[in-house]
């Protein structure tokens, strides 16, 4: 009988079955799909194996970062494109392949919100949605991340913020948006160094346009 059985991804194209028997020596099998069987394996002495059980697939990936969804028949690979995982990185990416956060979904998405009731904050590269609820007492001052963590070159789109005045009071406690490092910001005119939120109860959205530039609408 087997005693041990196992399957081992390689280079992300094949699959390898290691079927390791009583007396230590391995049988080595590479193939383009592996059945999981719900019940035991029989070993039928003669260097072949039964399995009676009605099988389950799963197909081998086709490139690296791939991850594997139930299609109701059989275990199938996403694509790329649609849903990554960068292990170097630990990074999951959604719509993109170059995720460059924790979780990066490129697309439309469901805002996250956070509040900052002080008179100093910095941005989060984690961050979507700010709400300042301090301009009732004074003015703000929000830094930035840096573009390069907040720019994905290969798909051309850079990470969106969205800053609200929620005391409505921004016009004499302005919100000041700095930059990270040499980054610039586009406002009113290129190569700024901060942007103002100076509008009661205004909201501005600042995005990552490039390495090293941001751009306010």
Known sequence: ?????????????????????SDGSPSVEQVNKIIFPSAAV??????????????????PGTAVGQMLFWNGSKWDNTETG????????NRLGIGTSSPIAKLDAVGSKTNYTRTIASASGTIAITDCHIVVDYTATGTVTLTLPSCTTAWNASASTGIEFIISDKDCNASANNITINRDGSDTIIDSAAGQTSSVLDSDG?????????STEWKVY
């Open 202 to 210: 205004g909201t501005v959205r600042i995005q990552a346009i490039s």
């Open 82 to 89: 649609e849903m990554f995982w960068d292990g170097t990185n």
């Open 1 to 21: 009988m087997f005693k041990e059985n196992r399957l081992i991804w390689h280079q992300a194209t094949k699959l390898n079955l290691i079927v390791e028997e």
């Open 42 to 59: 029989t070993d039928n002495g003669d260097g072949s194996v039964t399995i009676d059980t009605t099988p389950v697939n799963i197909d």
